[in-house]
């Protein structure tokens, strides 16, 4: 997947700020750590987890009568905890709600500095997005933040949300992710199935390749990550293995992790293969000399049996970007063939 191209002349669909600063988008999220915010032990415990995203929860995981007191929960921890490593991400009430506008002035004042995105539940329209994008604008400016480095994350999470997903993903130039949130989504198309994750009974194949697919589709047009959403059958690390690998094989970035065992799983099956990963280097080695002055200038080349071309080199940047940022080490180096 190539860089996001930063949106430093054009203004955002909101009519924020137009300067948005250079922001890694595309960063690791390979396993994307649900933890309730108003839960300390579980908060300080998180910190810990090999975890690329860790996003600390003001909405399902909290009761309504714990959401006030969690808003401060989390400030104080991602003001004094260490998060190295991690992207650092809050998700708040949605819009239909009472909660969503104290839950962004709260954190974002008390802790903007060291937050990295939003993250905002069952996103049905563009215009819910431009709403949080104009509120994280004012409060940036008023506290003197830098404008545009805080993130959103939108997660569909039914019908209308998915008619509307392609809309949603480019109504910011702050959004990095696009969030599949099964369980609210099975809901309210009256899926017959109370397993969240696992196939309904009756049906002969995938039930949610479609949702999917809308849902990578819209985030690769706009150079977006897609995330697919958690397995509820916490204890059962097979088959949050299997279901995590059909997302992973359609091209998903990661994936939700709600339990310390699925965090391993979920990154390993969201990298590549070593081998898959050392073949990619080599592709990109070999192309890169072929179509070089020594290499003959030539637009394709043999690797050992097989043909590469400039198709080849562009598959290549996409297994080798993510073996490079799950920190992967080459086993294999190129050899200029002789003569």
């Not at 563009?126 to 805080?150: H, N, P, S, Y």
Request: net charge negative; hydrophobic share 40%.
């Amino acid at each position: 997947m190539t860089a996001r191209p930063s949106p430093t002349t054009a203004p955002s669909a909101s009519g924020s700020a137009a300067h948005l600063p250079s922001v890694d988008r595309l960063r690791p999220r390979r396993s994307c750590l649900a933890v309730p915010g108003s839960n300390p032990r579980f908060l300080e415990k998180a910190q810990g987890l090999p975890a690329d995203q860790v996003f600390l929860d003001l909405e399902d995981a909290c009761a309504p009568l714990a959401k006030p007191e969690a808003r401060h929960t989390i400030v104080k921890f991602l003001n004094e905890g260490d998060w190295t490593g991690k992207t650092r991400v809050v998700r708040v009430n949605d819009w239909t709600t009472e909660w969503t506008y104290r839950d962004v002035v709260t954190v974002v004042e008390g802790a903007g500095p060291n937050l990295d995105c939003i993250m905002l539940p069952k996103v049905q329209n563009a215009e819910q997005v431009v709403a949080l994008d104009l509120l994280l604008t004012q409060i940036e400016k008023t506290m003197g933040f830098e404008v545009g480095r805080i993130g959103i994350e939108a997660q569909i999470e039914n019908a209308q949300g998915l008619n509307n997903v392609n809309e949603i993903a480019k109504a910011s130039p702050r959004i990095e992710t696009i969030i599949f949130g099964p369980a609210d989504f099975m809901a309210s198309i009256n899926m017959k199935s109370l397993v969240v994750g696992e196939q309904p009974p009756g049906y002969p194949a995938d039930a949610y390749h479609y949702i999917l697919m809308r849902i990578l589709m819209a985030a690769r047009a706009n150079d977006l990550q897609a995330i697919d959403g958690p397995y509820l059958q916490i204890r059962n690390v097979d088959g949050f293995r299997e279901v995590a690998g059909r997302a992973a094989a359609l091209g998903f970035d990661g994936k939700w992790v709600l339990h310390p065992g699925q965090v391993d799983a979920a990154n390993e099956v969201f990298s590549p293969s070593q081998e898959d990963y050392d073949h990619a280097e080599l592709i990109l080695d070999a192309y890169e000399y072929c179509t070089s002055e020594a290499g003959g200038k030539k637009g394709s080349a043999m690797l050992g049996d097989e043909m590469i071309d400039e198709a080849s080199r562009k598959m290549a940047l996409v297994v080798a970007g993510k073996g490079r940022a799950a920190g992967m080490r080459r086993t294999s180096k190129f050899e200029i063939p002789e003569g």
